[in-house]
């Protein structure tokens, strides 16, 4: 069996970092053959890693994907408002395609993307790695079993972590919903993916609320500068310090602005870059917190919620049904009966790879479909995604408009007209 190949468009953290490495795990099932990277430095070190000649290595994506076919499958990996176009143009080359979340903060050209799959017949797979890792598959076959009889009510916290917060979502690619997307699509339409995969029925309706309540300027301690190293005053008491960050604990989060991780450089990135600013003082406008309720076809209820002032990075589930309770968090599920009173309790194991061993699980099932591929859709197609990114979408369109309850149906419907 030869490896399928493929090409890379953006080799940052997620392309170069989260997805690529299962090719030099297994090269026997992958193998990298063109790349394209606008930061030269990244481009180089992909390229070298994975033996591709110079060639196939380009400053953008044009022309890699004007070219002919270079092989089986595009992984692309670009920022939010960068995704469309080269999704297109690889559909259009008969390219299966891996497509980093979200889709589009557009929701026509998520709608769009999902019909150029089909007319092209080509798989086209969102990245939604959480339905990939043992520990939403076990919740997944659990319900599927019928364990706890019919789902009636799910609560899920998604917490993000206030240095996550601090590092992605204030001073980071995410911080600014006009150039990326907004939070609730760009970090939590994994959540409302599962969701949607868990209870396994339309979702028809959602209201939300929430703001960015401290990161912004009427926050900002007397004495704080614009960057941490500007002898801000209140430094030393700031949880949200960036040299304390950076140069400490979240060292390896520091690749983000620079390939090497001296000390030296880490400084200078942090007098030179957004990834040194006091968080108060940023450009972000992203929430900060955000709830979601949900509600589906047969009646069955959701809530969610999205905080980033919590210490750790984990979420949370409870699942009520009409015969038990689930619940999951940190690898551990505990079932409990209400007939029996018994309780089950499920430990997933670490894994060797991100969100969960998500990240891998994504890739080898990628390369499954696409080597049986028969027109059948897969687990997070582009029409199943189009449906969980509907409903983030609505979610923050019911944000802005103090918690109006939308009806995702008329939601969807005004989409099409205007498609």
Request: net charge negative.
């Amino acid at each position: 069996m030869k490896p399928l190949t493929a090409i890379l468009i953006g080799a940052g953290a997620r392309g170069a970092g989260g997805y690529a490495p299962y090719a030099l795990d297994y090269p026997h099932e992958l193998r990298f053959v063109a790349v394209a990277e606008s930061n030269p430095a990244r481009l180089a070190k992909f390229a070298e890693a994975h033996q591709i000649p110079p060639e196939r290595q380009f400053l953008t994506w044009e022309p890699l994907l004007t070219q002919q076919k270079l092989a089986d499958i595009a992984l692309i990996c670009t920022q939010d408002r960068l995704h469309y176009e080269p999704a297109m143009k690889a559909l259009d080359r008969k390219y299966h395609v891996l497509l980093e979340k979200p889709m589009s903060p557009d929701p026509q050209q998520c709608i769009d993307m999902e019909r150029a799959a089909k007319e092209n017949d080509r798989l086209l797979t969102i990245c939604h790695v959480l339905r990939y890792t043992p520990f939403w598959s076990a919740i997944k076959r659990l319900l599927t079993e019928g364990r706890i009889g019919r789902v009636v009510s799910i609560q899920l916290n998604e917490n993000v972590g206030y240095w996550h917060m601090a590092h992605s979502f204030v001073r980071g690619n995410w911080n600014h919903s006009g150039e990326s997307s907004p939070m609730i699509l760009s970090k939590s339409c994994h959540d409302m993916d599962v969701l949607s995969w868990l209870m396994d029925q339309p979702c028809v309706r959602v209201s939300s609320f929430g703001s960015l309540m401290h990161f912004h300027t009427g926050n900002a301690p007397a004495g704080s500068t614009d960057y941490c190293l500007d002898g801000c005053e209140a430094e030393a008491t700031c949880p949200y310090s960036a040299p304390r960050f950076y140069l400490g604990e979240g060292m390896g989060w520091a690749r983000h602005f620079t390939e090497e991780l001296t000390r030296e450089n880490i400084i200078q990135g942090l007098r030179e870059t957004d990834y040194g600013r006091c968080v108060y003082r940023s450009d972000n406008n992203v929430v900060d917190h955000q709830v979601v309720n949900m509600e589906f076809a047969d009646g069955a209820t959701a809530m969610f919620s999205m905080s980033g002032l919590t210490r750790h990075q984990e979420r949370r589930i409870q699942i009520m049904g009409t015969r038990g309770e689930i619940r999951g968090e940190g690898g551990k599920i505990k079932l409990m009966d209400f007939l029996t009173h018994e309780t089950i309790e499920i430990e997933i194991p670490t894994q060797s790879t991100g969100h969960g061993g998500g990240d891998g699980g994504i890739v080898r099932s990628f390369l499954q479909e696409v080597r049986s591929y028969d027109g059948r859709e897969s687990l997070t197609s582009a029409s199943a995604s189009v449906r969980s990114h509907l409903m983030a979408f609505a979610a923050e369109e019911s944000r802005l408009n103090r918690g109006k309850s939308i009806e995702l149906e008329d939601y969807y419907n005004r989409l099409a007209v205007r498609g």
